[in-house]
Structures are given as C-alpha cells and as structure tokens.
C-alpha cells in the first residue's frame, strides 16, 4: 500500500447536495448536478467531495433522517446515477466519501414503523430506545432529558411507553447495546464500499451509546442551549470506540484487498483536544473534525490557543488536525467575523480570506463547505414561512438555525436562479436567493482574478506543489500582539494580522500569496500572507 496516507493532508469539499446544482428543474440538486459540477472542482483542485445524505427519506431534516441506508431518494437520483457520479470522480481522481447517520434514523424506517406496531418489550423495540414513563399514569417521560432542538427528548406512543430522539421526534435513536444495531450497520458499510466509496463522514460520531441506566440529567436542557452534543449521559460514552475499531477493521480489510486507503472521519464534539484525540487513535477513525477554530473568535490568542492545543493532543496520536471553518450547520465565516462591523465595511470578507489562508497553511487535512470558495455570506433575511429548519418548527426562534448557510448556490447571470436550476424560465430553487447573489456567482469568481475563488485555487495549488505545506510541524514566531506567524518546513511562512492596522511583515520581500494587497514589509489589517524565506 502507498505509505503516503492521501486522507493526512487532503482538501475535501463539503457538496450539500440538495442545494449544489439541480439538473431536473425541480428547484432541488440532485447527484447529476454533482457530476456536472466535477470539473469545476477539479479545477479548484480538491482532492474529494463529501456528499451529504442522499438516501430516501421523509427530508425531515434534510435528509439526515433516513429511512434506507442502501438507496437513492428519488428527489436525487437512483443506483445508477451514483454509480455514473463514482465512475466520473475516478476519472478525475475526486476521492468520494459518503455522509453516513449511525445515531438515529428517521421514523419511517422499516425497523422503527415494525417496533410501533409491536408490543412494549419486544425484539423489535429493543432495536431503539422504548422505556416506560414516570408517575402514576406513566405520562411523564422516562427522564428530563431535552432534545438538541428543542423540546422533550422522549415521544409518547399509542401503547403509553416513550421513545428516546436526542434530536427530533422524527428521528428516533438507535439502541447501539443491540447486536442486530452493528450488524446492520456493517451491511450498510460493505454496500457502498462495494460501490467503490472512499470512506465516509460519520454523522454524531461521539453519539450512538447512551448510559445504560437513562438518568436524569444535572443539566439536561443543557444539548438545546448549546446545540451542541454536551450532555455526558447521552453522548460520548466509553462504548462507542469499539464501534469505530470495528469500522475502521472493515476500511482495512478493504485496502488490503486492493491497495486504495478508505477513509473514516467524524463528527466528534467533545470538551477538549485531549478527548477529540482518543477517537483518533491509530485503530479507530482516521479522523475527526476539529471544530474549534470553527468557533474561535477573530482574535490572535484564541486562534493560537486552539492550534497549539489541536497540535499538542490530535496530532501527537500519530493522526493529523482535521481543520475546518464552514459547514451545513454553522453560520457562514464572511458573516460570522464581520459581526459586529458595520454594514458593507468588507470586514468580514477580508478576514474570512485571512482565514482561509490560515486554514490551508496549517499541518493536516482541511475540509471546504460549498460556496466557502465564493465567499458567500450567510442568508440572514430570509421570510419564516420559507425556513425549513426543524430547530425553526420546534422552538419558533430564528436563533443558531441553518438554512441561511443552505441557500442554493449561484453559478451565472443576474437573477435567480442564478443557473442553480436547469428547469424551465421561472424554476425557484428550493430556498430563494437574495438578489446580490449575483456578485458571487462562479462565473463572475472565475473570470476575477482577485476573488476568493483564484485565492482558494491558488492555496490549494501551491499546497499541493510545495513541500512545506500540508501534513508535516509547525513552529511559532515571535511577533507582536494581535499577529500570529508560524513556519512550515524549509522556510514556507504564514503570519496573519488579526488586528486593523497595518503593523511590520514577519518576513522582507513580496509575498508568495496573500488574502490582500501586501506590500513588501507590511501586513495590513484582517489580512494573511504566505512567504517563502530562508530562516
């Protein structure tokens, strides 16, 4: 087998697929959208796509309730349309990774629809997570347990026993103490990778276990203020490290077979670097986001608190940081760093750039959500009655929801659709698109050789072409407050002024690359800047 581990520095690129491109003019995107896509993708120069969930499914939360692991929704395709995405990717050699959901699945999936209509403690309940509920009646639930998008995490059924969904009553959780639970799940694994699949995104990847005793909890609406996976009882118990050793053993049975190297990386939120490492141990998963700098606030300190300690403790377990500053979930960089900046300031613009330079500049892998590429900002306005976000139906606040980083992406002309959808003249998409949307479609990015687009496929060209770059240490610079330089390998340096004034550039002469204009000697404000120097 190749020993240079493609997955330790790879650029991956997060397709959404429902809002990537459509190519049946239904206002959706579809898998044959995502094939049209790859040579776009190619030339920005990933080295593979993520796709999120395309099963069949109710598209409660968009998919990540699916009702058949082993299948196409309609609204997306079928077999045969992946099978022609697969064979495209290998010819442009596009690693293809698959979103996997081994937490929970959605309330119309066969197993769950036959434990509804079977009876309190049978075979077929046993599969999920039915208890009794408390007080006199039973009408209570089983515990205070809140579900991380609002409300109870327990459901009352027609029989009087509850059910147990740490996100929505659409989504039941699977009970992982049942043998019949990892076995499905290994069928699922071998399908795809029998379709020949790179490896997969785990889904709540620090999830799947639940404390065998179902206590209350000291905090319990602790999951629905944070949305985040915090409430020890629920998440990120012990057992669930076996599960991944068993993965990771089938990924290698795999590679053994025929030398490709199958990746598994996931979604793990823990308190600390220290716990993110051990799902990263040489025999569990490969990889797991490190979702820190995601959530770092534009400041020196923080961002190299949260490196050093990345570094420290995920990279001294022989894997590599996989870093990431966008995703589905999470408000997009442009709008998160120009807060509170005035309107229009181009604030967040500069320092969202800075931080992509940044990104792609430190050891390890680094995953790209779509439209990252574009600089897009997130969709902040758009009318309730067009938000899809089930954390929207459930509480009714706008606050933390998703659809405004979801929002179809714009590839040419003046309105909407923005060539998102190939349907007839007047095909909506399936959220609208804000007028200004224009100024980011591909078209334009590509034809503009100062946009985010040349600045991303220039990061990933030079990524690829210099040893420094990609897995490998990093060293410290000492500089002044409110800027951080770091050298990687022979000489490859990277400095980013988080402050606004300009202050002395770490290094003499013009730049390799910089997110802005860079004078030799001076690094602006919210900007970052590559050199290569003999140090």
């Known amino acids: 087998m190749n020993r240079h581990h493609w997955?330790?520095?790879a650029v991956i690129y997060?397709?959404?697929v429902r809002s990537f491109l459509d190519s049946t003019g239904d206002g959706i995107g579809d898998l044959s959208g995502v094939r049209a896509g790859l040579p776009y993708l190619k030339k920005l120069g990933v080295d593979g796509i993520w796709l999120s969930p395309f099963y069949p499914s109710p598209q409660h939360d968009h998919g990540y309730d699916v009702a058949d692991y082993r299948d196409v929704d309609p609204v997306f395709g079928d077999l045969a349309?992946?099978?022609?995405l697969m064979a495209a990717a290998r010819r442009l050699g596009i690693k293809v990774l698959l979103d996997i959901v081994p937490n929970h699945c959605s309330s119309e999936h066969p197993w769950f629809r036959e434990a509804l209509d079977s009876a309190p403690g049978s075979p077929a309940r046993a599969r999920f997570h039915f208890a009794d509920g408390r007080g006199p009646d039973g009408s209570e639930p089983p515990n205070n347990w809140h579900a991380m998008f609002g409300g109870p995490a327990w459901t009352r059924v027609a029989d009087g026993q509850w059910y147990l969904h740490m996100f929505t009553p659409e989504q039941p959780d699977w009970n992982w103490r049942n043998p019949e639970i990892p076995a499905e799940f290994d069928r699922t694994l071998r399908f795809w990778?029998?379709?020949?699949?790179?490896g997969f995104r785990i889904d709540v990847a620090a999830g799947l276990f639940k404390h065998p005793d179902l206590p209350d909890s000291d905090d319990p609406e602790a999951d629905a203020r944070t949305r985040d996976s915090v409430n020890p009882l629920a998440w990120n118990q012990p057992e669930?490290?076996?599960v991944w050793r068993r993965w990771r053993a089938t990924c290698e049975e795999y590679g053994a077979r025929d030398g490709r190297e199958r990746l598994l990386v996931g979604e793990v939120s823990v308190p600390t670097a220290r716990e993110h490492a051990l799902y990263v141990r040489p025999d569990e998963l490969h990889q797991a986001f490190f979702f820190d700098l995601l959530g770092a606030a534009w400041d020196a300190d923080a961002f190299r608190k949260v490196i050093s300690e990345a570094m420290q403790d995920i990279a001294g377990t022989g894997s590599t940081v996989t870093w990431v500053l966008n995703n589905h979930d999470q408000v997009r960089t442009v709008t998160r760093y120009g807060e509170p900046?005035?309107?229009g300031s181009g604030l967040g613009t500069a320092r969202a750039r800075?931080?992509?330079?940044l990104m792609l500049a430190l050891p390890g892998a680094a995953y790209i959500y779509q439209g990252e590429e574009l600089g897009l900002p997130e969709v902040v306005d758009l009318p309730d009655d067009v938000l899809t976000d089930p954390i929207f139906r459930r509480t009714g606040s706008r606050a933390r929801i998703r659809d405004g980083c979801r929002v179809p992406l714009p590839w040419s002309g003046q309105a909407s659709p923005f060539g998102f959808t190939s349907g007839a003249e007047g095909a909506k998409p399936w959220l609208p698109q804000p007028e200004y949307f224009a100024e980011y479609a591909t078209d334009r990015a590509l034809a503009d050789t100062r946009s985010f687009w040349h600045l991303y496929r220039e990061g990933l060209h030079l990524r690829k072409t210099l040893p420094q770059l990609g897995d490998g240490p990093l060293d410290w610079l000492d500089t002044?407050?409110?800027v951080l330089a770091f050298v990687r390998g022979d000489g490859l340096v990277c400095a980013v002024n988080f402050g606004t004034a300009p202050t002395p550039a770490p290094v003499s002469g013009t730049p390799l690359l910089s997110s802005g204009p860079c004078a030799p000697g001076v690094l602006p404000g919210a900007t970052a800047a590559w050199w290569l120097n003999d140090l």
């Open 7 to 9: 997955w330790r520095d």
């Open 14 to 16: 997060q397709v959404y």
């Open 81 to 84: 349309e992946f099978d022609l």
């Open 193 to 198: 990778l029998d379709r020949g699949v790179d």
């Open 240 to 242: 669930v490290h076996e």
């Open 341 to 343: 900046a005035p309107e």
């Open 354 to 357: 800075a931080a992509a330079l």
């Open 480 to 482: 002044p407050p409110g």
